[in-house]
T-cell receptor, first 113, second 112 residues
Framework: KNEVEQSPQNLTAQEGEFITINCSYS?????LHWLQQHPGGGIVSLFM???GKKKHGRLIATINIQEKHSSLHITASHPRDSAVYIC???????????????FGKGTKLSVKP | EPEVTQTPSHQVTQMGQEVILRCVPI?????FYWYRQILGQKVEFLVS????????KSEIFDDQFSVERPDGSNFTLKIRSTKLEDSAMYFC??????????FGSGTQLSVL
């Protein structure tokens, strides 16, 4: 059983489209991370959130704690946004380190020019 | 922006050999982590390290693995007696308190 589920698994969009990637989780959490994994393998942290909404440039992340659901939105998508987007959560059952995360399988996004 | 540095980027080793993967976390960070990603699979947490000791570890992180901060800058992952199934990308990360994680670019370990 996957504690973190992402949808869709794969997503192809045209440049300029508005994109939404969803993440649902089954455990109580203290924080949720959105990560971007580049084709070369490197990982960049986009957001860490525990409630509400955060915005950075064209990226917006929202979380609904009651529904155990988070979304990552990309406005005015661009080919350079092509990457794997990973949702990861920190379970409330863990007592210490904030890096003890449960990862989703990722959403592979491809933005065509 | 400050970076987490990992070396080497690629490591090939023979089954049964020991390997040491190296990381230089961001200088003012206090928390350090190792993760692995087997090809085609999701990222998995291995271990977190704070105040010169392991603070949490996963079931994957058994006696074959160890971590060390030998000086004020390096953070290492040692894998003893490597097995074929240890082949993976290993990521180091660091963070401050209640802050987002900063990841290194990874070390691709191939065990032959």
């Amino acid at each position: 059983k996957n504690e973190v589920e992402q949808s869709p698994q794969n997503l192809t969009a045209q440049e300029g489209e508005f994109i939404t990637i969803n993440c649902s989780y089954s455990v109580g959490i203290s924080a949720l991370h959105w990560l971007q994994q580049h084709p070369g393998g490197g990982i960049v942290s986009l957001f860490m959130l525990s409630s509400g909404k955060k915005k950075h440039g064209r990226l917006i992340a929202t979380i609904n704690i009651q529904e155990k659901h988070s979304s990552l939105h990309i406005t005015a998508s661009h080919p350079r946004d092509s990457a794997v987007y990973i949702c990861a959560v920190r379970s409330m059952n863990y007592g210490g380190s904030q890096g003890n995360l449960i990862f989703g399988k990722g959403t592979k996004l491809s933005v065509k020019p | 922006e400050p970076e987490v540095t990992q070396t080497p980027s690629h490591q090939v080793t023979q089954m049964g050999q020991e390997v040491i993967l190296r990381c230089v976390p961001i200088s003012n960070h206090l928390y350090f982590y190792w993760y692995r990603q087997i090809l085609g699979q999701k990222v998995e947490f291995l271990v977190s390290f704070y105040n010169n000791e392991i603070s949490e570890k996963s079931e994957i992180f058994d006696d074959q693995f160890s971590v060390e901060r030998p000086d004020g800058s390096n953070f290492t992952l040692k894998i003893r007696s490597t097995k074929l199934e240890d082949s993976a990308m290993y990521f180091c990360a660091s963070s401050g308190v209640n802050e987002k994680l900063f990841f290194g670019s990874g070390t691709q370990l191939s065990v032959l």
